[in-house]
């Protein structure tokens, strides 16, 4: 007879609970583990959410997809806030511990660099801390390979009638997204007549709020960084707060904030 399903062996406790080891004797490196091992099940939600929600935009099904992108800013907000968590650990703390992680780092995280890609923020050198042939490179590819969910909403626009070329959503496809002037006026006219185009307006404000989630949580970590390390060198071998500074730049879509200022 088929054993009763149970929480723990639903859940796979046994195995989830022993997924951390800490490497010293330190209080705080469960801390540390946890806050990481967290934010990368989060990240495997994100992914499994914008997967179907481009699915829908793809099929002209923008209704659908916003439902998906609503959970996601909400996943995106619990996750900024884990920073206050992390943020508990002193320099100090941390210190007794940072040398036991040796090179590893964020800066590999695999889900992390899945997430920008299918964004649109390709940047195919991360590929190379991924061995080929392995599970996470496998991931990757697919992701570089895969139009992005903005190049899935540039062609609902074009689908629309607004004059997009068809350079801006076909690409190689592991080249990333650079802003189109075409593609800012189509959102100018978009802006500039909500009612009219309400589906697309709609999309756009959700995308924009996935983008400041995004850098919100970048700008969290940046601080945090300085507040835990400094201006240390990052375990990853970046310069550290200089590098993720740099991040801040980063627009997934470059046109739904430039618009704002010709509007
Ligand atoms: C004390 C805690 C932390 C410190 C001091 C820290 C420090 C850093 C530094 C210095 C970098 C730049 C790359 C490098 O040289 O290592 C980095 C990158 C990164 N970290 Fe953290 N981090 C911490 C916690 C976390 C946590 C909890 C996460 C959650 C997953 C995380 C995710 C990332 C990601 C995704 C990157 C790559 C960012 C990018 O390239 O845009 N970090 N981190």
Same mark, same amino acid.
């Given at each position: 007879m088929d054993?009763?399903?149970?929480? /723990?062996?639903?859940? +796979?406790?046994?195995?989830?609970?022993?997924?951390?080891?800490? +490497?010293?004797?330190?209080h705080d490196e469960l801390l540390f583990i946890i806050l990481h091992q967290t934010e990368e099940l989060w990240m495997k939600q994100l992914l499994h959410e914008i997967d179907v929600a481009q699915d829908a935009v793809e099929g002209g099904e923008l209704v659908p997809a916003?439902?998906?992108?609503?959970?996601?800013? +909400?996943?995106?907000?619990?996750?900024?806030?884990?920073?206050?968590?992390l943020a508990t650990m002193t320099p100090a703390d941390y210190l007794n511990f940072r040398s036991v992680l040796g090179t590893s780092s964020g800066f590999q995280s695999a889900q992390f660099r899945a997430l920008e890609y299918r964004l649109g923020l390709k940047d195919d050198s991360f590929l190379r801390f991924h061995p080929? /042939?392995?599970?996470?490179?496998?991931?990757?590819?697919?992701?570089?390979? +895969?139009?992005?969910?903005?190049?899935?909403?540039?062609?609902?626009?074009? /689908?629309?009638?607004f004059a997009i070329p068809r350079t801006a959503y076909e690409r190689e496809p592991n080249a990333p997204y650079t802003a189109h002037e075409a593609v800012e006026a189509a959102w100018l006219e978009v802006y500039r007549d909500t009612s009219k185009h309400w589906a697309l307006y709609q999309l756009a404000e959700k995308l924009i709020d996935l983008d400041d989630a995004m850098l919100t949580w970048r700008h969290k970590h940046v601080l945090t960084v300085e507040r835990v390390i400094g201006r240390k060198r990052g375990t990853g071998g970046t310069e550290g707060v200089g590098y993720l500074q740099q991040t801040l730049a980063k627009r997934a879509f470059p046109e739904l904030w430039s618009l704002r200022t010709k509007l």
């Open positions: 054993q009763p399903v149970t929480y /723990g062996g639903y859940l +796979r406790l046994d195995t989830l609970l022993g997924c951390q080891e800490p +490497r010293s004797q330190e916003y439902k998906h992108l609503a959970r996601v800013s +909400r996943i995106q907000a619990v996750m900024t806030q884990t920073w206050d968590v080929e /042939g392995g599970a996470a490179r496998a991931m990757l590819e697919a992701a570089l390979a +895969r139009p992005s969910f903005y190049d899935a909403t540039l062609m609902q626009l074009a /689908g629309a009638g």
